[in-house]
């Protein structure tokens, strides 16, 4: 049965790069890993997708290794207003039935 | 309009009464999802619909929680005789089609059953 692990929670600092990482061991073939951000009282919001080594926007980063058992969303210089929760998502069957991690509580400090 | 929206954004009622609670999707989005989060979880799948296909109510907690789509648009989640442990935020999305992983969320709505 796929599943997603995360860490529950993580702080950081101002200024540094953030890095989180999603195992999905069974991860399917053709499988995309996608990332989701949520803020207090406000529904989730798509922030990156992926399917294999790296893929970069304005947001974030994200990296998958080859055998794509994990994934890595990087956040590059992080601000109070990264405070959030970090969903990372899979979606095995390629249909509705989606696979949602339990979230990260990323904490950013002064 | 620009994104989903879900009315109302708060709810207060008392126990065993029924609420209802809408959700109004993307333009052209055939996917539409209901999800419950009840405070510093995550996201409990509810129900789906696509288009006018029959809907997968297999995550509905109980036969006291309803779904409805209208004409593929708008969607209605109602929960009847309430009970305490259904406060929680209800949450709706929306996507361009079934199988796409990226939703548009809505704000949400606030339920507190007292």
């Known amino acids: 049965l796929a599943k997603t692990t995360q860490p529950i929670s993580m702080d950081s600092y101002e200024g540094q790069e953030v890095n989180i990482t999603c195992s999905h061991n069974?991860?399917?073939?053709?499988?995309?890993i996608t990332w989701y951000q949520q803020f207090p009282s406000q529904g989730p919001r798509f922030i990156i997708q992926?399917?294999?080594?790296?893929v970069t926007n304005e947001v974030a980063s994200l990296f998958i290794p080859a055998d794509r058992k994990s994934s890595t969303l990087s956040l590059p210089r992080v601000s109070l207003s990264d405070t959030a929760v970090y969903y990372c998502?899979?979606?095995?069957?390629?249909?509705?039935?989606?696979?949602w991690g339990a979230g990260t509580k990323l904490i950013i400090k002064p | 309009g620009a994104g989903v929206s879900q009315s109302p954004s708060n709810k207060v009622t008392e126990k065993g009464k029924d609420v209802e609670l809408r959700c109004d999707p993307i333009?052209?989005?055939?996917?539409l999802y209901w999800y419950r989060q009840s405070l510093g979880q995550g996201l409990e799948f509810l129900i789906y619909?696509?288009?006018?296909?029959?809907?997968?109510k297999s995550g509905l907690p109980s036969d006291r929680f309803s779904a409805e789509r209208t004409g593929g648009s708008v969607s209605t989640l109602t929960i009847q005789r309430t009970q305490q442990e259904d406060s929680a935020v209800y949450l709706c999305?929306?996507?361009?089609?079934?199988?796409?992983?990226?939703?548009?969320f809505g704000s949400g709505t606030q339920l507190s059953v007292l």
């Open positions: 992926g399917y294999k080594t790296k």
């Open positions: 619909f696509q288009g006018n296909s029959a809907p997968d």
């Open positions: 999305a929306s996507s361009l089609n079934a199988g796409n992983e990226k939703l548009f």
């Open positions: 069974n991860i399917a073939t053709n499988d995309y």
């Open positions: 998502l899979i979606n095995p069957d390629s249909n509705y039935q989606l696979i």
């Open positions: 333009s052209g989005h055939t996917a």
